[in-house]
């Protein structure tokens, strides 16, 4: 039994989780078999192709679905049979795909950390100018 169509981004997670729960290929992120939508299609005829297309974008974009094309030689159809093979260059597009990824991250990182600076630099500021607001009122009061 496929998820129901009700809520496109449930469905599509569902989906999801329904092809990793059925196809080990899935679960263990194997390199997949050029095609295999079409396999999976066959197979459950009541899958919504877009829904399909989406759960296979998530799938086949995911960060261990990448580094496992990165380093695999062979890909596999539904039932973990070796089909076809990785190419150089699609290992190459895989792992530059991690690379960029990582780099993003990374550079996201560094942004939230400065920003996390610069607002704690601003905080201190605050906090010396008000001292010294409370040291000038004191000083003006005690005359």
Same mark, same amino acid.
Do not use: C, W
């Given at each position: ?11 599509? #997670? ?5 092809? +990793? ?7 263990? #992120? ?72 990582? +780099? ?5 990182? +560094? ?6 600076? #610069? ?21 003006? #009061?005690?005359?």
């Amino acid at each position: 039994m496929t998820p129901s169509k009700a809520n496109p981004h449930s469905a599509r #997670n569902a989906l999801l989780t329904f092809l +990793r729960t059925t196809f080990p290929v899935f679960r263990e #992120n194997k390199p997949l078999a050029i095609g295999i939508h079409k396999v999976i299609k066959e197979r459950l005829p009541d899958t919504d192709s877009q829904r399909l297309r989406y759960a296979m974008q998530m799938h086949t974009a995911s960060t261990s679905y990448l580094k496992s094309l990165s380093n695999g030689t062979v890909r596999f159809d539904l039932d973990g049979n070796a089909v076809g093979e990785v190419t150089a260059e699609q290992s190459k597009q895989a792992l530059d795909g991690l690379r960029e990824r990582f +780099r993003k991250v990374a550079e996201q990182r +560094r942004a939230e950390q400065t920003a996390l600076e #610069n607002q704690r630099i601003a905080e201190q500021r605050a906090q010396e100018q008000q001292k010294k607001l409370l040291q000038l009122a004191e000083k003006f #009061n005690a005359r």
